[in-house]
């Protein structure tokens, strides 16, 4: 039996334990288990950061405010001596405009400040929102993981008898070929050998290449340059 036979008997074996792990990838029981399981250990800490920076942003922000209105109410506090300022022959249009500027200026930030203490408080029924779904997907994920864990032992036994006859036909396939064939199969490609037509790749449709043809002619293994499947001559 040649290369190309024996590389054929492997996959066959192999898209028997491919089915296996698409109808894994495709159960229910493993979507809720790697669903949880990626909230709990990527969505919820990633979320949970940026609120924090938010939140440390929001802080800084109301308290650069709260400075700013004392500081312009400890101004319109030295207004309040302004009868003596004016007996003394200061011009009472200047102060009045400046007086009322600083009173629109006191009424922006006021808003600001009113706005930042809403988005504070909304901040905080998100964090406590994430906090609650946090212990509710905590319980879940552990649900998850044991019918997951259930889902694959009724899985393991099919599989092993798989693995052990691939592990018998692997031996008669030259090393090198099957550790292209192996690095194939973890990039999903599959099938990993096909057929050429035409001298064409049938999957791809690529046309061989000199060197390719001279190769499938003396019924050695060639590549798709396209596709990189392996490909043989029926
Ligand atoms: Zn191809």
Known sequence: M?????????QEEDSKLLNIEREA????EWKNYS???????KRAPE???SMDAKAREMTAMLEKLNKKYEEIMATIKDFE???ELVEEGADIQFYKKNASQLTEKLKSIKGEISALVKSMKDADEEYQALKKKTI????Q???YSVAYQEYKKGKIAEMEKIKKELEVLAKEISPDVMKRYV???SERIFPIICSVKNERCSKCGMELSIVGKEKISSGNVTECENCHRFLYKE
Do not use: H, P
């Open 2 to 10: 040649g290369q190309i036979e024996k590389l054929l008997k492997y």
């Open 25 to 28: 990838a495709n159960s229910q």
């Open 35 to 41: 669903q949880s399981k990626s909230f709990l250990t």
């Open 47 to 49: 979320k949970l950061e």
């Open 81 to 83: 001596n302004i009868d």
């Open 136 to 139: 509710t997907v905590q319980k």
């Open 141 to 143: 994920y552990q649900e």
């Open 183 to 185: 690095a194939k199969r």
